[in-house]
């Protein structure tokens, strides 16, 4: 079964990717994780990219699926993407290589949730610095201020948290990825959830979308 997540920055892709990956046991492909994997490794693709997300620009497409098909290789079944695709261009892209592996896409669930949800909490959103684990410092603080429940490690902002950056990011979604919702709805394969709700609800729901 392949997956793909949409829905706005801070809609709650990352947390039910976490959750699905275990329970369904797919390979969670984030395109942002494997960029700040890159740029943490000084890479030439990270040093490229790391403008555009600091500003909370859309790395170009070329580099993203250059990215994506060297990470993948061959594994192409089973992957639940958050994050991608972002545009059109990329959906096309993810279509044609799908296609050449004879792989299709079985699900696509939109985490729908209000753009004033969003910005609140994006502003409160803090990421474990060795884990990765997502925490909100006001809705899902962790036991012990800015350290990991997990692994113990301090917490952060992302860079592209702040608030400036936060306004562009959701500007550049309603631009470029908004119109994906309409490239999917047609598929037959298109699902929306809830994304308000807790992230346990939002996972339940999706789970038993996806078991239908
Ligand atoms: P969020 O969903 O909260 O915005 P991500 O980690 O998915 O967080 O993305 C962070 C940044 O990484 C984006 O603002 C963008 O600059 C870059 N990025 C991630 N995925 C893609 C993609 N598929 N295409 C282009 N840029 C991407
Ligand atoms: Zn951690």
């Known amino acids: 079964m392949n997956v793909i997540l949409l829905g706005y920055p801070g809609s709650g ?4 990717a ?5 329970s369904l046991g797919l390979v969670h492909v984030s ?3 494997i960029l700040r994997d890159e740029i943490a490794k000084k890479t030439p693709l990270g040093t490229e990219a790391t403008s555009y997300m600091t500003s909370g620009r859309l790395v170009p497409d ?3 699926m250059d990215m994506l098909k060297a990470r993948l290789g061959t594994e192409t079944r089973g992957l639940l993407f958050d994050g991608f ?4 261009e990329q959906a096309e892209s993810l279509d044609a290589w799908f296609e050449s ?5 079985d699900a696509v669930i939109f985490l729908k949730v209000e ?3 969003v910005v609140q909490r994006l502003g409160s959103r803090r990421t474990c610095t060795g884990c990765g684990k997502i925490y909100n410092a006001i809705s899902s603080p962790p036991a012990k ?4 429940d997990v692994c113990a490690k301090p917490l952060m902002t992302r860079e592209d948290d702040k608030p400036a950056v936060i306004v562009r990011r959701i500007q550049v979604y309603k631009d470029q990825t908004e119109p994906l919702l309409a490239y999917y709805r047609s598929s037959g394969v298109f699902h929306e959830a809830d994304g308000g709700q807790p992230p346990a609800a939002v996972t339940e729901k999706v789970s038993a979308l996806l078991k239908k």
């Open 145 to 148: 201020e800015n350290v990991c």
């Open 62 to 64: 070329r580099l993203v």
């Open 101 to 105: 592996k004879g792989q299709s896409i």
């Open 115 to 117: 753009e004033d949800v």
């Open 18 to 22: 976490k959750d699905l990956v275990q």
């Open 85 to 88: 695709p972002r545009t059109v």
């Open 13 to 16: 892709k990352g947390t039910l």
């Open 31 to 33: 395109t942002g994780d």
